[in-house]
T-cell receptor, first 116, second 111 residues
Framework: EAGVAQSPRYKIIEKRQSVAFWCNPI?????LYWYQQILGQGPKLLIQ????????DSQLPKDRFSAERLKGVDSTLKIQPAKLEDSAVYLC??????????????FGNGTRLTVT | GEDVEQSLFLSVREGDSSVINCTYT??????LYWYKQEPGAGLQLLTY?????DMKQDQRLTVLLNKKDKHLSLRIADTQTGDSAIYFC???????????FGGGTRLMVKP
């Protein structure tokens, strides 16, 4: 089965610019997650979708970050405007079904964002 | 609040066993996971354990859970150079698989 696809692989922008990341989950996976991984730290959840609805976005900095999953498949994560502290790897993950703890998360390779 | 802690670094010789430790604070954790991250890659699920178990073995991997002390460990038998990576433990408290990750343990395997 094809894995979680993310693009771009790398992005370098200046502070105050905008950036968007794209994720295509594994086919049939209802749940999609965006995580932020700052260098030297573990991933932190930004937002979780179940199909095209938001399950949890309590840790998403909504003044600058937004995410959508309009058709319940692909998702985009946007930062506008970017700050230096947004430099991180943005990981997308998907799982088969919410509420099933044994349904593991499958991660993409991430987008590495550098804000200068 | 939720907190998952790991030691930063572990170095072993090829062929030895590695033991990576993790502590967590929320006693309502239902599932505990171990993920592996190689340079430039995403996270790969290695294994997981339900909170009502105290041990799980999967080939070279053994997971031990001490629920009383909120302590989780991952033992890798016969460690190989290909096992060099960062290992993250994670807990899932809420239904819905939202994971809280530790900071990761960098495992270095010397030939």
């Amino acid at each position: 089965e094809a894995g979680v696809a993310q693009s771009p692989r790398y992005k370098i922008i200046e502070k105050r610019q905008s950036v968007a990341f794209w994720c295509n989950p594994i086919s049939g996976h209802a749940t999609l997650y965006w995580y932020q991984q700052i260098l030297g730290q573990g991933p932190k959840l930004l937002i979780q979708f179940q199909n095209n609805g938001v399950v949890d976005d309590s840790q998403l900095p909504k003044d600058r970050f937004s995410a959508e999953r309009l058709k319940g498949v692909d998702s985009t994560l946007k930062i506008q405007p970017a700050k230096l502290e947004d430099s991180a790897v943005y990981l997308c993950a998907s799982s088969l079904d919410v509420g099933q703890g044994s349904s593991p998360l499958h991660f993409g390779n991430g987008t590495r964002l550098t804000v200068t | 609040g939720e907190d998952v802690e790991q030691s930063l670094f572990l170095s072993v010789r090829e062929g030895d066993s590695s033991v990576i430790n993790c502590t967590y604070t929320d006693s309502s954790s239902t599932y505990l996971y171990w993920y592996k991250q190689e340079p430039g890659a995403g996270l790969q699920l290695l294994t997981y354990i339900f909170s009502n178990m105290d041990m799980k073995q999967d080939q070279r991997l053994t997971v031990l859970l001490n629920k009383k002390d909120k302590h989780l460990s991952l033992r890798i038998a016969d460690t190989q150079t290909g096992d060099s990576a960062i290992y993250f433990c994670a807990e899932s408290i809420h239904a819905g698989n939202m994971l809280t990750f530790g900071g990761g343990t960098r495992l270095m395997v010397k030939p």
